[in-house]
């Protein structure tokens, strides 16, 4: 997993390099013989439609004289125009002229041109990736500027059952992260795969059931509940993964949820689970849902000898 400073590394690179190639380090943007927050306010006016000089100052996070300064050159060029309120005599709105409007239609147009050509060399699941999380990124550096506290979630959907492509998207995600992280090879993917193929055909049963958390129809997280395979009326979670990008957003958390209330609709007498000593985040999640360590023991059902762990959590039903 790339640490959170690996990551920090990453997303700055990547900004300067945005910085760059958007052409903020010049003096004009977007073919434009105006300044970045020039632009951005001419942007920001025809989102709006009419806007106070005291809104632009918020929306941008800028100085009130900068802001003023830079709007009273946008008035003298006639991009913008100002006039009083009719709901208040005392606040003045700042709307586009009609060269402002003819402005603003060149900037969209260049701005338009330069995204799709960047996007065109990106597939289409990358293109996904990049839209949704350059808008949760700038979502949380606006509401770290605004000192928002609350945690900004994804947009994600958890469903149930079979869906195409299931069995290999979650082989492909066990088996990447546990080569990487693990050293596991060919006879853990092939098992997992061995088992989702059987388990797949079995879900039909009200004992069976599987959640997918979803990304724009990808699939990036799993958990199963097999209600069969142990008997004695005992529940097996199976198969909980996430993919890389989504680990510490919380919907680990959220899967398991499911599947424990699952669990406890059912009344299975207990739940058990197999893992190994080295996955304590997995773990510490486990156990805050009430999972105890019932069993330790060395073992190579994954393909090498590791310290394997059962957990088990007695249901309260």
Same mark, same amino acid.
């Given at each position: 997993?790339?640490?959170?400073?690996?990551?920090?590394?990453?997303?700055?690179?990547?900004?300067?390099? #945005?910085?760059?190639?958007?052409?903020? #380090?010049?003096?004009?943007?977007?073919?434009?013989?105006?300044?970045?927050?020039?632009?951005?306010?001419?942007?920001?006016?025809?989102?709006?439609?009419?806007?106070?000089?005291?809104?632009?100052?918020?929306?941008?996070?800028?100085?009130?004289?900068?802001?003023?300064?830079? /709007?009273?050159?946008?008035?003298?060029?006639?991009?913008?125009?100002?006039?009083?309120?009719?709901?208040?005599?005392?606040?003045? /709105?700042?709307?586009?002229?009609?060269?402002?409007?003819?402005?603003?239609?060149?900037?969209?147009?260049?701005? !338009?041109?330069?995204?799709?050509?960047? /996007?065109?060399?990106?597939?289409? $699941?990358?293109? %996904?990736?990049?839209?949704?999380?350059?808008?949760?990124?700038?979502?949380? /550096?606006?509401? %770290?500027?605004?000192?928002?506290?609350?945690? =900004?979630?994804?947009?994600?959907?958890?469903?149930?059952?079979?869906?195409?492509?299931?069995?290999?998207?979650?082989?492909?995600?066990?088996?990447?992260?546990?080569?990487?992280?693990?050293?596991?090879?060919?006879? $853990?993917?092939?098992?997992?795969?061995?088992?989702?193929?059987?388990?797949?055909?079995?879900?039909?049963?009200?004992?069976?059931?599987?959640?997918?958390? #979803?990304?724009?129809?990808?699939?990036?997280?799993?958990?199963?509940? !097999?209600?069969?395979?142990?008997?004695?009326?005992?529940?097996?979670?199976?198969?909980?993964?996430?993919?890389?990008? %989504?680990?510490?957003?919380?919907?680990?958390?959220?899967?398991?949820?499911?599947?424990?209330?699952? %669990? !406890?609709?059912?009344?299975?007498?207990?739940?058990?689970?197999?893992?190994?000593?080295?996955?304590?985040?997995?773990?510490? =999640?486990?156990?805050?849902?009430? $999972?105890?360590?019932?069993?330790?023991?060395?073992? !190579?059902?994954?393909?090498?000898?590791?310290?394997?762990?059962?957990?088990?959590?007695?249901?309260?039903?």
């Amino acid at each position: 997993m790339i640490s959170d400073r690996q990551n920090i590394k990453n997303i700055r690179a990547a900004s300067r390099l #945005m910085v760059r190639e958007l052409g903020f #380090m010049n003096q004009n943007l977007a073919a434009t013989d105006y300044p970045p927050s020039a632009v951005h306010s001419l942007l920001e006016v025809e989102a709006q439609g009419s806007v106070t000089a005291a809104q632009l100052v918020q929306i941008l996070g800028l100085e009130k004289s900068s802001v003023s300064r830079m /709007l009273a050159k946008l008035v003298e060029a006639g991009e913008l125009e100002e006039n009083t309120s009719a709901d208040d005599a005392r606040t003045k /709105l700042l709307s586009l002229t009609g060269k402002g409007k003819e402005t603003v239609q060149n900037i969209n147009a260049y701005a !338009d041109q330069r995204v799709a050509a960047a /996007l065109d060399k990106l597939d289409l $699941f990358t293109q %996904c990736t990049v839209s949704q999380g350059l808008s949760s990124y700038s979502r949380a /550096l606006r509401a %770290c500027r605004e000192n928002t506290e609350e945690k =900004l979630q994804s947009s994600f959907k958890i469903v149930t059952g079979y869906h195409a492509g299931m069995i290999g998207r979650i082989t492909e995600m066990h088996g990447s992260y546990y080569a990487r992280e693990h050293n596991f090879g060919h006879f $853990f993917e092939a098992k997992v795969a061995a088992g989702l193929a059987n388990f797949s055909a079995r879900l039909d049963k009200p004992c069976n059931q599987i959640w997918l958390a #979803m990304v724009n129809d990808r699939i990036v997280g799993s958990v199963a509940i !097999d209600g069969e395979d142990l008997g004695n009326n005992e529940a097996h979670l199976r198969w909980f993964i996430l993919d890389d990008g %989504c680990r510490g957003s919380g919907l680990g958390r959220k899967l398991i949820e499911e599947a424990m209330r699952f %669990c !406890d609709e059912r009344s299975f007498s207990s739940v058990q689970l197999w893992t190994f000593n080295k996955l304590t985040a997995a773990r510490r =999640l486990y156990e805050s849902f009430g $999972f105890e360590l019932s069993k330790e023991w060395e073992g !190579d059902q994954w393909g090498s000898t590791i310290t394997e762990q059962q957990f088990t959590r007695q249901n309260a039903v």
